[in-house]
């Protein structure tokens, strides 16, 4: 990561920590913010190539539902969570190798037609899932201590906030690399990607089952900072909200979702505590004007007050 | 001759009832720089397309450097060594000149391997002399869509040079280029190709440019090969005055 962003996503940090310091239920709420961030991540890689995907919260609910299913087993966290990614992993590789092949409104409504499948089997498998009630998981141990509640989430803040720089960083060389640079050669000119010697299917599967880890990931950490999981998780206006703050945030940063995510879940908590029968309106309208008057999202908005030297769109 | 690097025997492709190739038999000669001329719609592009993957012919075979390419799928035709351009330049838009050439110089080679930037100091060097190549190395850092039609064909060009083919095929390398400018872009271009020792195929409606440029010049008509050899003989035929000349001044002149 280049100074550019180093700077704001260390200050961002310290902010987030600051503020979760002031007001001790601001904790989960940044939690759940950096958990959605990672997966809005990997709809901004899908989104250089130019595809959105209204099937993400898919891969949320895996990540979520394995922490759920293996926690009577494993009781650590630093285990439950990269089982979460690995699994998002697996079934993003089986997912991706048919949908890859797609482009456009078929990759979207495919994406989506998959996220419902599996929102049904969640509902109606009862035995399995407890269905519309969920699952209860017990709080893990994190690195074999078991954590009082305050101490717990400040942990899983703290390490959120970790995750966000390690993975931002590792997503910003990615997207700097010939198969990140790629992406966006997707939406252009894919043919001559392929008269290059290039499967531009595989390129959009990579990126596709990279997104799906992350997702995963996000989700095994929604799981361990909500301690319950429901079917819900899977549906596909959560999928739509995913694209809704990567459009907020912005494509043209890593920082973007993480942005975009934070002030997401600000506006809704505040929005809906204020106007509990129309905080949608208030996100509703909220995208109408990032979409109208800054259409680079948030992190656009920075670049052009802070930077004052950002790309033309 | 010396045996061909490129060989296409008895290739037929239709269109609804257009016959664009009709039994064509071509051999290209390792070293050699040959026009295809033909009216508009004969199947000259076709012939591209067939030999690049893109369009698989109905019924003949293609064989590069003594092996079978027929119908093979365009990404493994490209790493056998055939690179091309296109008549309207294939760039990708989102990117910079430097970045569309480094783009295929990383897929010849570290694409698929690791995290390093795409304009490292070893792709940025390659792309960069690429580019002096071509004339282009002021334009390095412009965008796609700010070039002028002369630099956006020779980006293309140099984006399929940076692939290091054996063959470049190209389609109408002049085709929408100021007249002023096509000396000096064939010159650019004509350098590049046999400082590198590539073969080329150039698909041509600009005779001057066939008569300057080509070792041999093959007349497309209707699907066949009407003749082939010179430019000097063939341009001078009374056959291919009256099929493909009248044809191509009345287009010139359009």
Request: net charge positive; proline share 4%.
């Amino acid at each position: 990561m280049d100074r550019r962003l180093a700077l704001p996503a260390f200050a961002g940090a310290a902010l987030v920590i600051a503020l979760a310091a002031s007001a001790p239920w601001l904790k989960f709420v940044f939690t759940i913010a950096l958990a959605k961030g990672l997966a809005v991540t990997g709809i901004l890689l899908l989104l250089r190539a130019g595809q959105v995907s209204f099937g993400h919260a898919l891969y949320i609910a895996v990540g979520a539902y394995t922490v759920a299913f293996t926690r009577p087993h494993v009781g650590e966290m630093l285990l439950l969570l990269p089982l979460a990614a690995a699994a998002g992993t697996i079934v993003g590789l089986a997912v991706g190798l048919f949908v890859a092949r797609y482009r456009d409104i078929f990759f979207g409504m495919l994406n989506l037609a998959f996220s419902m499948v599996f929102y049904s089997l969640l509902e109606k498998l009862y035995e399995y899932t407890k269905g519309t009630d969920g699952i209860r998981v017990a709080r893990p141990t994190i690195a074999g201590m078991a954590l009082e509640r305050v101490d717990y989430e400040w942990t899983m803040l703290i390490g959120g906030i970790a995750l966000a720089l390690a993975l931002g960083w590792l997503a910003s060389r990615f997207l700097a690399s010939p198969l990140g640079q790629a992406l966006p050669a997707i939406k252009t000119r894919e043919t001559r990607l392929e008269f290059a010697g290039i499967s531009a299917k595989r390129v959009l599967l990579v990126a596709y089952v990279i997104s799906a880890a992350l997702a995963g990931l996000g989700g095994g950490i929604i799981a361990c900072t909500t301690l319950h999981v429901t079917p819900l998780l899977s549906y596909w206006t959560h999928s739509g909200e995913l694209v809704f703050i990567a459009i907020l945030g912005g494509g043209g940063s890593v920082l973007g979702p993480y942005l975009g995510a934070i002030v997401y879940e600000l506006v809704r908590v505040y929005a809906a505590a204020a106007f509990p029968d129309g905080w949608q309106m208030i996100l509703g309208a909220v995208l109408l004007l990032i979409i109208l008057f800054a259409a680079r999202g948030l992190w656009g908005i920075y670049e052009d007050l802070v930077l004052r030297k950002g790309r033309r769109a | 001759m010396t045996a061909p690097l490129l060989s296409a025997k008895g290739l037929k492709i239709a269109f609804g009832g257009v016959k664009a190739a009709d039994g064509i038999d071509l051999d290209i000669a390792p070293g050699e720089f040959v026009a295809i001329i033909g009216p508009n719609g004969a199947g000259k592009t076709t012939f591209i397309n067939m030999t690049t993957g893109y369009l698989r012919p109905q019924a003949g075979h293609i064989h590069f450097d003594g092996a079978e390419i027929t119908g093979l799928p365009p990404r493994s035709i490209v790493r056998r060594g055939i690179a091309r351009s296109f008549q309207i330049p294939q760039l990708f838009t989102e990117h910079t000149v430097i970045e569309n050439v480094a783009l295929k110089v990383a897929a010849h080679g570290r694409f698929w391997r690791g995290l390093r930037p795409l304009l490292d100091a070893e792709t940025a060097t390659t792309a960069m002399r690429l580019l002096e190549q071509f004339g282009l190395a002021d334009v390095a850092t412009a965008r796609a869509t700010e070039l002028n039609e002369g630099t956006r064909k020779l980006t293309d060009i140099a984006m399929a040079m940076a692939l290091k083919p054996r063959v470049l095929l190209m389609d109408e390398p002049t085709s929408g280029v100021a007249s002023s400018e096509k000396f000096g872009i064939m010159d650019t271009l004509v350098a590049a190709l046999r400082a590198e020792g590539v073969t080329a195929v150039f698909v041509e409606h600009d005779m001057e440019v066939v008569e300057r440029y080509a070792d041999r010049v093959a007349v497309w008509s209707q699907g066949k090969i009407l003749a082939a050899g010179p430019p000097a003989t063939v341009l001078a035929d009374p056959a291919v005055l009256r099929e493909v000349i009248g044809v191509e001044t009345k287009h010139a002149h359009a």
